[in-house]
């Protein structure tokens, strides 16, 4: 375990359809190949289809949030979205989210100010489409809202809430809409209050719903891919007969004039970090927008941004943030610096003013810049069926069904000009405007342990009032995974038999995979192995300095012109230190590909290492690593990676621990990373992926160019992982004062990635924890006892040899550490004992497969395996002897894992909070 230190930083209706077929959908609007539907009853669809993607995004979205919570119910919108997964007319209980888990790929909601959204992604199959369909219409029109789920609901919206008031920039802007709008539209928040959660009964539960979730009232946005005319029969056939409804006017929040908020700065002091954030806000204006929407890129940008220049190069800080939040009711922009204790925070807090304020006017050349980068962000957007969704769904809800104003923003960016954009950003961000936000960290009086009172007897909602039938025959389940076996076969022997594999005379493998990708871009990734535990001892830090100054200037071009060169590809390059080794990453337009990758090969090779480059990344990553690291989540992290180290301090597999990166990145000299370089770059120990729309004779007789005189007399050692097993533990470390705590508990197994029994404990995993609402875990956890909002379990199986790892994480309200550990080993103890049914069996084996599918079909996943292929002598073939090893699992086979692996003495688990024990600093 890691971490590194990196920048934080939009006709027709069918001819020759008979009008009888389609009868009720009208087409409205039409811009962009994005179609706009309406049906009798006033319900909206807009359809966005993309032939290229392999998924479909669903959202349907409802004009009701938090802003139409009665007085004194606040989250009673926010709370009716939790409960409208709990079961409607004619799908009872717990059968519809069941049902979501079975036939989508996922699924999720959300509530703000001005709407709730419940989102789906599910496959471009029609049966799903038109199951998830159903479900949607069976939500808006015959929820059944019950009141034995309300108690845990609201126990969980509190797990919800909890989480939220643990992040320090959230109570941030808690704190400012609270000054800006009092106890009382944005000033109330979306999550709800306790109090007030605690007083709504079902009478006004049921009353918000009939008010509000009605076809008029409410929009479908689609997107992906998906055949039109049978959605659109599907969706007439679902929503039409829902009838319309008399819905209340909006509320009007007050125009918001920020000059006259009377506090004008605030605080929060959580967490390990020291940042400052001037905040500009404002009533809403329109015609403002587009200029506001790109200042965060002009002002942060690396490295012309002026705040940038203003605050990280000078040493001022170590990062800028920049942020906009342009809503129908606000203009919000966020400028802010992240130092150090070690840093002035009263320079700090000029740097940002001068930065913004009292910068430099902006010029052509740094506008035409941001236009770019806008229209590059915007073909991504567009290629991507969930990114597009969302950004339709947004402009919906902001513009009062106007989805269309999404492409005049973009119209309005390009239309820009420098003297307009310089006088907004004078008129906007300005002390009138300004509110500053500082976040330091928790108080030393907040990090001391706790008494903990006795724990209350966990009160666990009776699950058993009705009896759960299956969703699916278990024939149903094994027809579809035949189904997806043979698809994905098919699919993976053509993609096959597109891939050219070949080997350099110095041994440097290469896999070229012709195909047209759905961004219309070439993707390449050169992986270099090099050196050995040995050689690499204490050179962690070293590795990471020198993979991020490769890219940051090189003899010939300087970091600007870098910059701008991947603006001008409409791609990216990133270079990253994984292991004993480097990654490269190209991308770009498929027609400016071939040029930009030698490009990118000729900065790497040739990197100037410019000394004030160096000086100040050693400097940003001292100062980011002096922090307190006391949050609940990395103490349990540190703390676990501790219990289970077997390697020796400097070892580039050892753990992370601040004070050894420290005395690394002290000893680091910039002839140091040169030496580095110019030791163990040009390795022959390397593989090289390309995947896109290229000529192959052309992209092989560049690589032979590039690559084939490259060597390396150093030995190279691949760095093992061997397996080992550890007696069971269980740590209460102490962290700071938090609403919530964290639960992370690791069992290891003598299985990797070609051990025989690696499937069946995927499946196994899947049914103990891979759906956040139905799986064995979620329901103990989650569902039952309502000790955490959210949870994870992962298996990992080491590439080489059979080691594996069962992680499983939470986070839990502080003080219920105790009960988490119980409910975690109540699910392993009950599988041990029981095993698992057929259904859950089948069932997870249909989405495993399901999804294995999904991202198959994206080219861009396949050339992602081609490195791990090569190294391991693989092809895709590999790929479909896992489906089929999966296919074949039986119940018997799952039961067998789960007692041969499943040792409860061998769990590790630390929980942190502030009722633990402090641990002794590592040396």
Do not use: C
């Not at 506008?367 to 980068?373: A, F, G, H, I």
């Not at 896109?692 to 004779?697: L, Q, S």
């Not at 002598?873 to 074949?888: S, T």
């Amino acid at each position: 375990m890691y971490m590194r230190i990196k920048q934080l930083t939009l006709s027709l209706l069918f001819a020759g359809l008979s009008t009888t077929l389609l009868a009720q959908p009208v087409l409205v609007k039409s811009e962009q190949s994005i179609e706009e539907y309406k049906l009798d009853n006033g319900f909206r669809v807009i359809l966005a289809q993309n032939n290229k993607e392999s998924k479909v995004f669903m959202n349907t979205v409802y004009f009701t949030g938090s802003l139409n919570d009665p007085q004194g119910k606040g989250g009673l919108a926010h709370l009716l979205e939790h409960l409208a997964f709990k079961g409607t007319e004619n799908v009872k209980g717990d059968e519809f989210q069941r049902r979501l888990d079975q036939f989508t790929l996922m699924t999720n909601a959300s509530t703000n100010y001005y709407s709730t959204k419940y989102t789906n992604v599910v496959r471009p199959e029609q049966n799903a489409l038109d199951q998830v369909l159903h479900l949607e219409a069976e939500r808006m029109d015959k929820l059944v809202l019950q009141e034995k789920f309300v108690p845990t609901e609201i126990d969980i919206v509190k797990r919800e809430r909890e989480i939220r008031l643990d992040q320090p920039f959230s109570v941030l802007i808690d704190q400012v809409w609270k000054a800006a709008y009092g106890n009382q539209h944005l000033g109330r928040l979306p999550i709800g209050d306790l109090n007030e959660l605690q007083s709504i009964n079902m009478k006004e539960l049921n009353q918000f719903y009939r008010t509000w979730y009605a076809p008029n009232n409410a929009v479908m946005v689609i997107s992906g891919k998906f055949d039109k005319a049978a959605v659109l029969k599907q969706i007439d056939s679902q929503f039409s007969p829902i009838a319309s409804r008399n819905i209340p006017a909006q509320p009007k929040v007050p125009v918001l004039d920020a000059s006259k908020i009377k506090q004008r700065e605030f605080t929060v002091n959580k967490g390990s970090d020291f940042a400052k954030f001037n905040i500009y806000l404002n009533g809403s204006v329109e015609n403002i927008k587009p200029a506001l929407a790109v200042s965060p890129t002009l002002y942060t940008l690396q490295p012309s941004g002026h705040l940038y220049q203003s605050v990280v190069e000078t040493g001022t800080a170590t990062a800028v943030q920049s942020s906009t939040w342009l809503d129908k009711d606000f203009n919000l922009v966020f400028m802010g610096a992240i130092y150090a204790p070690n840093h002035d925070a009263k320079k700090v807090s000029n740097g940002l003013i001068q930065g913004v304020e009292k910068s430099k006017p902006f010029d052509e050349v740094e506008l035409n810049r941001v236009k770019s980068m806008t229209r590059n962000m915007a073909d991504n957007i567009k290629n991507n069926a969930s990114a597009l969704g969302e950004r339709l769904s947004d402009y919906t809800v902001a513009y009062n069904g106007d989805w269309a104003q999404y492409f005049k923003d973009l119209d309005k960016v390009q239309n820009l000009n420098v003297a307009d954009v310089n006088k907004i950003y004078k008129d906007f961000l300005k002390p009138e405007y300004r509110i500053t936000g500082n976040i330091l960290p928790t108080p030393e009086d907040q990090k001391k342990a706790q008494q903990q009172a006795a724990a209350k007897p966990t009160e666990t909602l009776d699950k058993q009032a009705e009896v759960e039938e299956p969703l699916k025959d278990v024939s149903v389940y094994r027809a579809e995974v035949k189904q997806y076996v043979q698809e994905s076969k098919q699919y993976l022997n053509q993609k096959e038999k597109q891939i050219q594999r070949g080997k350099l005379k110095n041994g440097i493998q290469y896999a070229l995979f012709p195909t047209q990708t759905r961004d219309d871009k070439t993707y390449a990734t050169v992986a270099l192995d090099f050196g050995t535990a040995q050689s690499l001892m204490n050179k962690g830090e070293l590795l990471d300095l020198t993979a991020y100054l490769m890219f940051r200037a090189s003899k010939d071009q300087s970091l600007q012109q870098i910059a701008d060169k991947i603006i001008d590809v409409g791609g990216g390059a990133t270079v990253s230190a994984t292991g004993n080794g480097f990654t490269i990453q190209v991308v770009a337009r498929k027609e400016k590909f071939a040029e930009f990758f030698k490009y990118v090969m000729d900065v790497v090779k040739a990197p100037s290492f410019e000394q004030s480059q160096f000086d100040l990344i050693k400097s940003q990553s001292l100062s980011s690593l002096d922090r307190p690291y006391t949050e609940p989540d990395t103490v349990s992290a540190m703390t676990l990676s501790r219990l289970v180290e077997i390697y020796q301090p400097g070892d580039i597999r050892y753990h992370f621990e601040p004070e050894l990166a420290k005395k690394q990145l002290n000893a680091a000299t910039r002839d140091q990373v040169q030496r580095l370089h110019q030791q163990f770059f040009k390795t022959q120990h390397a593989q090289i992926a390309v995947t896109g729309d290229f000529d192959a004779k052309q992209i092989e007789k560049m690589l032979k160019t590039e690559f084939s005189t490259w060597t390396t007399q150093e030995p190279y050692a691949r760095l093992d992982s061997k397996y080992t097993a550890y007696p069971a533990q269980k740590v209460h470390a102490l962290s700071e004062q938090r609403e919530f705590g964290s639960y992370q508990a690791i069992m290891t197994f003598p299985v990797g990635v070609e051990h025989a029994d690696s499937p069946a404990l995927q499946v196994f995993r899947h049914i103990l924890g891979d759906s956040q609402l139905s799986s064995r875990l979620a329901q103990e956890l989650r569902e039952k006892n309502a000790l955490v909002y959210g949870f994870s379990a992962d298996v990992n199986f080491d590439d080489w040899v059979d080691s594996g790892v069962l992680s499983i994480g939470a986070n839990y309200t502080a003080g219920k550490s105790a009960q988490v550990s119980q409910a975690v080993h109540k699910v392993l103890q009950s599988m041990l004992k029981n095993g698992v049914t057929e259904q859950e069996v089948e069932a997870a084996k249909a989405s495993m497969l399901k999804k294995r599918l999904t991202a198959l079909e994206d080219d861009r996943r396949i050339h992602s395996m081609l490195i791990p292929q090569l190294e391991k002598g693989r092809d895709l073939n590999y790929r479909e002897k896992r489906d089929r090893a999966i296919a074949a699992l039986t119940k018997a086979d799952i039961d067998a894992v789960i007692k041969k692996y499943i040792q409860p003495n061998q769990l590790v688990e630390v929980m942190s909070d502030q009722y633990g024990q402090a641990e002794k600093p590592a040396k």
